[in-house]
């Protein structure tokens, strides 16, 4: 029986990627929404087939907790919510998919993963491109050692925001502008590829000036990880750059390139090497899987299977510490060093 999962806010995410996906994945099915607006929900339920009983808004949420067909949730909200719901999904028992950045603070990830583990809910962090066959392949070359070790990470997320507000540009529901929204994805790159932990950070900031939207938060973030191995990471994100969500690996005897890496489709794995004294360029055709369908069901078969999912709350914890530490460094203007133990298990 396929898992029945909640959505809980209904914006672009929810209606244009996350509903649709359920269409593609095997295991998971959507039994109930929540929403702000009844009109939306109700259009949005006829659509997709859900109860008129399992529609709720923000005050009746809670009432999920007697709708035994809702085994998890999915939280798709503004990021500074993201606490609140996880929390008050797992005091009604059920288990919890969240939207990345898991939140907007160390200490709210922190009391997510341990509300859930109070619970005995599973925790799983939306983090869609560890589920992405591409990335996952990646991963798998750079682990397999036959191309010499890593040296360099490059990873990029660009894009040009619209003008308009909303809340991405205000700090108290973003908890901060490129770098969680979507450079984010750099660093939790480059965290799966190597498997380690960063141990030093650097990062810079620039903002256009005049600019409203970037009053409170930042457009544009360079930032460096140092790995115990001594891989370098090189990441840069912006909101005012024209599309870019590339991934290079520079290894000992080749260069990996994922374009689109970070997109929700579109990658294409290159892989360059020396095969004795022959270059050698080969393009890895992979086929296109709809990555929200993959991580639907990871967690709908980590539920069924009683397993921990691959990218649980810890996941997400960790990626805020390290985010704290390269805001710590844009004010300083200095590197920062973190521990290289995390606490993390070997699930990666
Ligand atoms: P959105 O603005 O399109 O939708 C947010 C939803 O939350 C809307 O339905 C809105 O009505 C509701 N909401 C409730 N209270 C609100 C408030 N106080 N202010 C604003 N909206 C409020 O945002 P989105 O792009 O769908 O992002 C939602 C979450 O999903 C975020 O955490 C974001 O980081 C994440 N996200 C992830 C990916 C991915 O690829 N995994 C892509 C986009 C967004």
Not at 73 to 94: C, Q, S, T
Not at 207 to 223: G, H, L, Q, S, W
């Amino acid at each position: 029986k396929r898992v029945g999962f909640a959505i809980v806010g209904l914006g672009r995410l929810a209606l244009e990627e996350i509903l649709p996906a359920f269409g593609e994945a095997k295991k998971a099915r959507p039994v109930a929404l929540v929403s702000g607006s009844p009109d939306k929900a109700r259009v949005v339920g006829e659509q997709y087939g859900i109860k008129p009983e399992a529609l709720y808004d923000y005050a009746s949420f809670d009432r999920i907790a007697d709708n035994p067909e809702i085994e998890a949730v999915y939280i798709v909200l503004p990021n500074a919510m993201h606490r609140e719901f996880v929390e008050r999904a797992a005091k009604a028992g059920k288990h919890v998919l969240c939207e990345k950045p898991m939140a907007t603070s160390s200490v709210d990830a922190r009391a997510m993963t341990k509300a859930c583990a109070d619970a005995k809910v599973q925790l799983m962090i939306a983090y869609r491109c560890q589920y992405e066959p591409n990335n996952r392949a990646v991963q798998k070359l750079v682990r397999d050692g036959a191309m010499g070790a890593v040296k360099i990470v490059e990873a990029t997320n660009t894009q040009v925001m619209g003008t308009g507000d909303q809340w991405r540009f205000r700090k108290e529901l973003a908890g901060g502008g490129a770098l969680p929204d979507i450079g984010l994805y750099c660093l939790n790159a480059a965290r799966f590829l190597t498997g380690e932990e960063p141990t030093e950070v650097f990062a810079r900031i620039r903002n256009p000036k005049d600019d409203p939207r970037y009053r409170e938060v930042e457009e544009t973030i360079a930032f460096t990880l140092v790995f115990p191995s001594g891989v370098i990471a090189n990441c840069s994100s912006s909101y005012g750059a024209h599309e870019n969500k590339d991934l290079r690996v520079h290894l000992e005897k080749g260069t990996i390139d994922l374009e689109r890496a970070f997109a929700y489709e579109g990658q294409e794995l290159k892989l360059s090497r020396r095969d004795g004294t022959a270059e050698s360029i080969e393009t890895k055709r992979l086929g296109q899987k709809n990555q929200f369908a993959l991580e639907l069901d990871h967690m709908a078969e980590c539920l069924r299977e009683g397993r921990r999912p691959r990218t649980p709350g810890e996941e997400g914890v960790q990626d805020h510490v390290i985010m704290e530490a390269l805001y710590e460094s844009t004010r300083s203007g200095a590197p920062v060093t973190l521990s290289a133990v995390s606490g993390l298990d070997s699930t990666r």
